[in-house]
């Protein structure tokens, strides 16, 4: 049987790590955004928004926030803003919480909720859902939900894997003849542009921006800069010890990888799926 990866082990021990340090936590942000494409792909996007200046964006929701990093990044790119943070992990409200009132960070918000459970009506001007949607079994009603939260005009930015390979799926297939996919705690393994886009213009959006991240040069920063590390620390946290080394020898090529994709055009295909719709 073949191993497949599970994040929420290693999230815990390295929130455990930075968890009542601001400065390690702010190390931490800075090492998510090294070394996570789907950072690089968010950032740039959300910095394309406010560049734009098409709308103020006084109210924004993180619809599942996660470490925060997201929120942290908003909060800068938009002092003015109000932001509402949001998770069903109270660990890691609490965290976020404790993080944000020691460095003085005024404009977030953070709340225990379910987003499937959510009733906002017209409140906020943009909504950054990252990661999520993968995670959740009625996409559908959130995406609703999403729809309702919105004031009219405002936007919803959704990063989430496609059907393309985004888990692995392939993998564990093969091996178990499981849904699961290489990532333990999805629920699906990916969407199509076809469903993605169809529920959530069923929901009521208008589709403003469609693309695919992860093309040929993120699968090979994936699987170099993320998948065998992750393994790694899978089978024993002792290889924490060893990641350092490790990368020391394969960041500069992850970086590359990196570059090269984010700057790619006109990508047909890929593992991931950032989409921008508007109300």
């Given at each position: 049987?073949?191993?497949y990866?599970?994040?929420?082990?290693?999230?815990?021990?390295?929130?455990?790590?930075?968890?009542?340090?601001?400065?390690?936590?702010?190390?931490?942000?800075?090492?998510?955004?090294?070394?996570?494409l789907?950072?690089w792909?968010?950032?740039?996007?959300?910095?394309?928004?406010?560049?734009?200046?098409?709308?103020?964006?006084?109210?924004?929701?993180?619809a599942?926030?996660?470490?925060?990093?997201?929120?942290?990044?908003?909060a800068?790119?938009?002092?003015?803003?109000?932001?509402?943070s949001?998770d069903?992990?109270?660990?890691?409200?609490?965290?976020?919480?404790?993080?944000?009132?020691?460095?003085?960070l005024?404009?977030?918000?953070f709340?225990?909720?379910?987003?499937?459970?959510?009733?906002?009506?017209?409140?906020?001007?943009?909504?950054?859902?990252?990661?999520?949607?993968?995670?959740?079994?009625?996409?559908e009603?959130?995406?609703?939900?999403?729809?309702?939260?919105?004031?009219?005009?405002?936007?919803?930015?959704?990063?989430?894997?496609?059907?393309?390979?985004?888990?692995?799926?392939e993998?564990?297939?093969?091996?178990?003849?499981?849904?699961?996919?290489?990532?333990?705690?999805?629920?699906r393994?990916?969407?199509?542009?076809?469903?993605?886009?169809?529920?959530?213009e069923?929901?009521?959006?208008?589709?403003?921006?469609?693309?695919?991240?992860?093309?040929?040069?993120?699968r090979?920063?994936?699987?170099?800069?993320?998948?065998?590390?992750?393994?790694?620390?899978?089978?024993?946290?002792?290889?924490?010890?060893?990641?350092?080394?490790?990368y020391?020898v394969?960041i500069?090529?992850?970086?590359?990888?990196?570059v090269?994709?984010?700057?790619?055009?006109?990508?047909?295909?890929?593992?991931g799926?950032?989409?921008t719709?508007k109300?």
């Open positions: 049987m073949l191993p990866l599970q994040y929420d082990p290693i999230k815990n021990t390295l929130a455990r790590l930075v968890k009542r340090t601001p400065l390690l936590r702010k190390i931490f942000y800075k090492l998510l955004g090294l070394i996570f789907r950072e792909y968010v950032k740039k996007r959300i910095q394309r928004l406010k560049d734009s200046k098409v709308e103020n964006l006084d109210s924004i929701l993180d599942g926030s996660g470490f925060g990093q997201y929120t942290y990044f908003m800068k790119q938009f002092p003015e803003g109000k932001i509402l949001v069903v992990k109270r660990d890691q409200i609490e965290d976020c919480k404790y993080f944000f009132s020691k460095i003085g005024r404009n977030c918000e709340r225990i909720e379910d987003l499937t459970k959510m009733e906002y009506k017209n409140t906020f001007d943009f909504i950054l859902s990252v990661d999520v949607m993968e995670h959740i079994e009625d996409d009603g959130v995406m609703r939900r999403f729809y309702n939260a919105l004031k009219p005009g405002g936007r919803v930015m959704i990063n989430t894997p496609s059907n393309l390979g985004g888990s692995d799926v993998i564990l297939r093969s091996a178990q003849n499981d849904k699961a996919g290489f990532i333990g705690e999805h629920v393994t990916g969407y199509s542009k076809e469903e993605i886009c169809g529920k959530l069923k929901a009521g959006f208008e589709i403003e921006s469609f693309e695919y991240t992860y093309g040929k040069w993120g090979m920063y994936w699987k170099t800069g993320i998948k065998i590390p992750m393994l790694m620390l899978n089978k024993s946290q002792i290889f924490f010890l060893v990641l350092p080394f490790y020391l394969t500069w090529f992850v970086l590359l990888f990196m090269l994709d984010v700057n790619e055009k006109n990508k047909k295909s890929g593992t799926i950032l989409v719709v109300k």
